[in-house]
């Protein structure tokens, strides 16, 4: 689709050009040219160390989901929650690779966080992880009370992939949920946008890479790119009208920088309230290098205020 390429215009961040000379540096391999496990073992080496303390970290079994509960400093009004899914790109990423944001997530907002483990591929391709993360969204409202947090104040999120799974578990609905934050959204799987072919090398994710992630990502011969439970952008104008309320976060220099767009504009024209937050300087991943970026670190802000923002109108309304 045409008419995104003027968000390129803005030269690359100076930090972020930083960062990937130093991933460049340490020299490691494509992950499209390795198998799985040892793409995995890469990624956790790059992975910063996780330096904020969080009141109280709880693992939980979320219906037969793994999870990690994050949970924030008392406070005199019940605290909401937030249903986080990981990026990786349905085959890398766990509990761990997160335990930053969502340890920033939760301390920034107030809010708890529950960190869901879903089933990565290829060992479990599609739809496996999605059905896992509407079981955990559909446990945790269920059992709220005993998460002690509001049932009334369910957020999902996640970023790339994970946002990808967010999405989708908003068009099905499994639970009333109030709020989604997407960080640069897996949108439309048809590989088809400008961004693909400006942003397709040299900014950490890579279209090669995209490709070996869907691969993997449907090995088991269920769904397609044009399947809206794989490409949520492709979903009907009923589904995403009856969405919650959602940001979207998207990056200048990322192969998904036009999808992320996408999504989000045809959120706004169906009457969803949506705010779209544009970092035209900066890569896929961004949001998770806190420790090297200064507009991560916005971002992640950002991120905890806009949960602020759609929780406290509930929390106040009477009943």
């Known amino acids: 689709m045409r008419g995104y390429w003027q968000y390129s215009l803005m030269p690359l961040h100076a930090e972020t050009r930083a960062l990937l000379d130093l991933m460049e540096a340490m020299g490691a391999p494509a992950l499209d040219s390795q198998e799985p496990t040892l793409a995995r073992a890469t990624r956790a080496e790059m992975a910063p160390p996780v330096t904020e303390e969080c009141h109280e970290i709880i693992e939980v079994n979320a219906g037969g989901v793994p999870a990690r509960l994050y949970r924030p400093e008392p406070s005199e009004r019940q ?29 920034r907002s107030g809010h708890a966080v529950l960190s869901v483990a879903y089933r990565l591929a290829p060992e479990d391709p599609f739809p496996a992880g999605l059905g896992d993360c509407v079981e955990a969204t559909r446990w945790a409202y269920a059992h709220a009370s005993e998460l002690g947090v509001d049932p009334d104040l369910l957020a999902v999120g996640g970023d790339s992939a994970g946002a990808n ?10 639970a009333p949920i109030a709020f989604q934050m997407l960080v640069y959204p897996v949108a439309d799987l048809r590989f088809g946008t400008d961004s693909y072919v400006e942003n397709g090398d040299g900014y950490f994710l890579t279209s090669s890479s995209m490709q070996w992630f869907l691969q993997h990502y449907l090995s088991g011969g269920q769904g397609a790119p044009e399947d809206p439970r794989v490409s949520p952008l492709l979903t009907s104008d009923t589904s995403i009208a009856q969405c919650p309320p959602t940001l979207v976060i998207t990056a200048g220099y990322d192969p998904l920088r036009d999808e992320g767009m996408q999504y989000a504009a045809r959120l706004a024209a169906a009457g969803v309230t949506t705010s779209h937050v544009h970092f035209p300087g900066q ?37």
């Not at 909401?80 to 939760?106: A, K, M, P, Q, Y």
């Not at 799974?165 to 499994?174: E, G, M, R």
């Not at 090297?292 to 991120?303: G, H, I, P, V, Y």
């Open 79 to 107: 605290p909401g929650l937030l249903v986080w899914f990981h990026g990786g790109g349905w085959v890398l990423g766990d509990l761990d690779s997160h335990e930053n944001i969502c340890r920033t997530l939760t301390n």
């Open 165 to 174: 799974l967010a999405a989708v578990v908003c068009q099905i609905a499994p």
């Open 283 to 319: 890569i896929h991943g961004f949001f998770s290098f806190p420790h090297f970026l200064a507009e991560a670190r916005s971002a992640q802000a950002l991120a905890a205020q806009a949960l602020v923002d759609a929780f406290t109108p509930l929390a106040d309304s009477p009943g």
